[in-house]
Every structure is written in C-alpha cells, then in structure tokens.
T-cell receptor, first 114, second 113 residues
Framework: GAGVSQSPSNKVTEKGKDVELRCDPI?????LYWYRQRLGQGLEFLIY????????KSGLPSDRFSAERTGESVSTLTIQRTQQEDSAVYLC????????????FGPGTRLLVL | GESVGLHLPTLSVQEGDNSIINCAYS??????FIWYKQESGKGPQFIID?????DKRQGQRVTVLLNKTVKHLSLQIAATQPGDSAVYFC????????????FGPGTRLSVLP
C-alpha cells in the first residue's frame, strides 16, 4: 500500500509569514509523529498524535508551532511568523500503535525561510 | 535532542568490505530498538529492529547486535555496496518516553569505489 506522504515537498517563505505542512499517514496507522531535522543533524521530536487522545506536544519549540489531526487521518503542522531558524526538513511518521511499533517516515518537507 | 552539529561522525569503507556502525543508547530500560537509513533528500527508511529479549538479529546483509550491559547497539552491513551510502540512525523506545522514540545523532556511511 501507499506509504506516508507529505506536501509540499519544498517550501520557500519569507520571514514572518505563516506556513502549513501536510502529512498523510499510512491507512490504518493510529499514531502520527512530527519531527524536525536541521541540516546535518538528527531528528528532533515535535509532537505526537494517538487516535483521539490529547496530543503529546512536549517537543514543540515555541508557541509559534501547532499541529492538528482529524481522527486517524491527515495532520497539518503550522508554523506562524516563521523565523530563519525554522529552516529545516520537517518529517512525518506513522505507526500502527505507539510504544514498540516501527515508525514509517514520509519524504519530508524542506522549509527555507529567507 | 542530541546532535553533533554540522559534522556527523563519518565511516568510510571500501566497496565489498563489511561495515560496522555503532550507537550508544541512553536508557537501560529501553526495550525496542530500530536502525534507520536516510539517503540524501529522503526520509528515514526502516532497516531492521530488535527487542531487548534478543541480542542478535539478522536480515538480508544486515545484522543488529544489542549489548544491554553497556547499552550499545551496532549495525553490521556485509559486503558494503555504493547504494549503502547514507546516514544511519539508531532509535530506542521505552514506555517511559511517553509516545516517542529517541533517535541517535546519526553516522554517515561513505562507500569508496
């Protein structure tokens, strides 16, 4: 079946603008994760959704970052008033459940804030 | 999270040789581990996993070894090929982390012709 998809694949924006990134998880996967990956660095956890439970937002770096997910489907990550330090690849992953389950990653959205 | 800035540890191997990539994990109670491969411009791809009740698991050309005593994980790639060139991440999981895995900083594998 189809893997995790993300859109757009690339986004260039001006400092101060808002951006919205989209993630379509694998069908049937109840868990969805957002990560940030700066150039040449590892994965930084941002937020996690599990079914209809309250999301784990513990990794969001500031209140400019927010995310939503409708049921067990699409998720959007919104960054308001973007800053140059927000430039990174934003990766989405999904898994069947939570702990102890493999996460499958999308190709990422490359965000460049000028 | 952890990072090594812009200079990932790099391992260079000759094509056809075996590669060993190491990872030190942080939580002695972690019970599930994954190795991911990330090629340039792509998201991480699952390679192989292992649970804490095992110390070795083999896949196609890859073997993962787990040493819980020293909290060490390694990925062995047999007969390394040019297509193996990528950044490799280990990830550990435990219920105490809540709902997310903790990823290592990554190692860049460069296969020399």
């Amino acid at each position: 079946g189809a893997g995790v998809s993300q859109s757009p694949s690339n986004k260039v924006t001006e400092k101060g603008k808002d951006v919205e990134l989209r993630c379509d998880p694998i069908s049937g996967h109840t868990a969805l994760y957002w990560y940030r990956q700066r150039l040449g660095q590892g994965l930084e956890f941002l937020i996690y959704f599990q079914g209809n439970s309250a999301p784990d937002k513990s990794g969001l770096p500031s209140d400019r970052f927010s995310a939503e997910r409708t049921g067990e489907s699409v998720s959007t990550l919104t960054i308001q008033r973007t800053q140059q330090e927000d430039s990174a690849v934003y990766l989405c992953a999904s898994s069947l459940r939570t702990s102890g389950e493999t996460q499958y990653f999308g190709p990422g959205t490359r965000l460049l804030v000028l | 999270g952890e990072s090594v800035g812009l200079h990932l540890p790099t391992l260079s191997v000759q094509e056809g040789d075996n590669s060993i990539i190491n990872c030190a994990y942080s939580n002695s109670a972690s019970d599930y581990f994954i190795w991911y491969k990330q090629e340039s411009g792509k998201g991480p791809q699952f390679i192989i996993d292992i649970r804490s009740n095992m110390d070795k698991r083999q896949g196609q050309r890859v073997t993962v070894l787990l040493n819980k005593t020293v909290k060490h994980l390694s990925l062995q790639i047999a007969a390394t090929q040019p297509g193996d060139s990528a950044v490799y991440f280990c990830a550990e999981n435990h219920d105490n982390y809540g709902q997310n895995f903790v990823f290592g900083p990554g190692t860049r594998l460069s296969v020399l012709p």
